[in-house]
């Protein structure tokens, strides 16, 4: 993939000791939580299947495929979200949208319709994060950006932001071979059993900021 990265222009230096804390609040949390969720989805699997008529075989296929890379999945859900900390780290945040959007050739018509639709699913779920956590979000962007030199992050730039999430989240099922419409089975039960934890993550990470002092005010 090769991401577009997001304007973000350094006006002071960044609070590197108040990032390090940052990321070790939220992503390590968030990554076993992925994890955990994502050992439950082969039972998942298996009891769709059952109730799958003629796609019952698409499901245990990819229930099996599902076991056997279950911790490269949960690797590569990390290494996504750490891949767009670490940018911000080096004051050049990337773009989720590019990342999601980054084609191997290029254009649209040669994307193949399944990635569309895995793409689409992971724009919904960042979505539905971002109705869930629209207030908290915004203070976060400030403070974030804040710490990290910069006056400020948006929804395409906040590294642990739910559309970076959903770019994660993507990610980490694009390495397996799974039937599309099981592929976005799996999208909703992340945005499903996601939801709630990364809402108290966020919130907590920004009650961290507060009381370290970080833009401490009405924001």
């Known amino acids: 993939m090769s991401p577009t990265q997001a304007e973000f222009r350094r006006q002071h230096a960044p609070d590197a000791a108040l990032l390090a804390q940052a990321r070790e609040a939220f992503l390590p ?24 008529g003629a796609s019952q075989l ?7 495929e599902l076991r056997r890379h279950r911790e490269d999945i949960a690797a590569r859900f990390g290494r996504q979200l750490a891949l767009a900390w670490g940018s911000l780290e080096d004051g050049a945040p990337l773009s989720a949208e590019g ?19 895995s793409r689409l699913a992971a724009r919904n779920l960042a979505a539905a994060l971002q109705r869930e956590c629209k207030d908290v979000l915004g203070r976060l962007e400030r403070r974030l950006g804040w710490i990290a030199g910069g006056a400020g992050l948006d ?11 959903g770019v994660a989240v993507h990610e980490a099922f694009s390495g397996c ?10 999208i909703k039960l992340c945005e499903r059993d996601l939801g709630p934890l990364v809402a108290k993550l966020y919130e907590a990470l920004d009650q961290r900021l507060v009381r370290a ?3 401490p005010g009405p924001a």
């Not at 698409?58 to 099996?64: A, I, N, T, V, W």
Request: charged share 25%.
């Open 29 to 52: 949390a968030l990554g076993e939580a992925f994890a955990v969720a994502v050992a439950r989805y082969d039972d998942v699997l298996f009891d769709r299947a059952e109730r799958a």
């Open 58 to 64: 698409l499901f245990l296929d990819s229930m099996r």
């Open 99 to 117: 990342a999601l959007s980054a084609g191997e050739g290029g254009g649209l018509s040669l994307v193949p319709e399944h990635e569309l639709e």
């Open 155 to 165: 929804a395409d730039s906040n590294p642990i932001g739910p559309e970076h999430i």
């Open 177 to 186: 071979e799974l039937a599309p419409e099981v592929r976005l089975v799996l």
């Open 213 to 215: 002092g970080v833009l």
